[in-house]
């Protein structure tokens, strides 16, 4: 039960760090259209977490020495995205542009991306439909992976694991679908900034959630990766971290959710009516 309570602490330790400086959405409630069960975006959530906690995470936290690591390291390797599996054909090849989207390095990388796809990922489904929902979230993965291999021009060998890439395709079509959304938001700051608003209106002093245009966080997080990947492909990257590349071609895949998207939903989008 202690560590129990202590695994709670450390998480809502976590969300505050996460939280401070910059806005982290969480929640969309009450914006859903069609009401529908996204338990597409539950199941991936689920099968996210089970990799890690099942596969990855008794090699990274139970290893003592740098032999019980290598296991750890090995599964990096083979089964995360490397460039050179799909120029030259080695180990699982085109394979592991799939593989390598339910792989996290530890299980903050994890937490945090699913955070971002509970956030964005249900309206999605609930826009498209569960299946077309899951091909268009490998789709927007596969093309983040291969995209950020082909526009690199170091093609460096280190292996990429996660399902950021995936996820900014998700919040691409969030953007281009639901723009004038609004998102609850955990944010420090904000909730500092908000006290002489609150306390001149007349309105709750303190809350725990801040509500912001979806636009506003999308079209930050969409120049925070533009930004690096220009760099990236002007003068190539020989080290590894986080790959803005994958994200930027991730979240440029939004231009296709148009075809996955429900019928009657695509019919009001374009007759300029809410969806």
């Given amino acids: 039960m202690t560590l129990f309570f202590s695994f709670l602490l450390i998480i809502v ?14 929640s969309d409630t009450e914006t859903v259209r069609y009401r529908t069960l996204p338990y597409m975006t539950y199941a991936l959530i689920i099968l996210n977490a089970l990799v890690f906690i099942i596969w990855q995470a008794p090699d990274y936290y139970r290893a003592q020495t740098f032999a019980e690591f290598q ?14 599996f799909m120029r030259e054909g080695q180990s699982i090849g085109a394979f592991a542009t799939f593989t390598s989207m339910f792989m996290h390095v530890d299980f903050w990388h994890l937490f945090g991306n699913m955070i971002y796809l509970w956030t964005f990922g249900r309206r999605v489904e609930d826009a498209c439909g569960s299946w077309r929902y899951l091909l268009y979230y490998l789709a927007a993965g596969m093309v983040a992976n291969i995209g950020a291999e082909l526009l690199n021009p170091a093609h460096t060998d280190i292996p990429g694991i996660g399902a950021s890439g995936a996820i900014a395709g998700i919040m691409g079509a969030y953007l281009l679908l639901f723009p004038g959304a609004q998102v609850d938001c955990l944010w420090g700051i904000g909730t500092i900034l908000r006290l002489p608003y609150a306390a001149i209106r007349g309105k709750q002093l303190f809350k725990w959630t801040i509500k912001l245009p979806a636009w506003i966080l999308l079209v930050y997080f969409a120049v925070r990766e533009f930004l690096p990947s220009i760099d990236v492909i002007q003068n190539g990257q020989a080290v590894g971290g986080v790959s803005h590349l994958a994200h930027m071609t991730g979240f440029l895949t939004a231009i296709l959710i148009l ?4 019928k009657d939903l695509l019919t009001r989008y374009f007759s300029g009516r809410s969806v």
């Fill in 13 to 26: 330790i976590t969300l505050l760090q996460m939280s401070l400086i910059y806005p982290l959405p969480f």
């Fill in 71 to 84: 296991g750890y390291v090995d599964k990096l390797w083979i089964y995360g995205y490397r460039g050179v």
């Fill in 259 to 262: 075809l996955f998207v429900r």
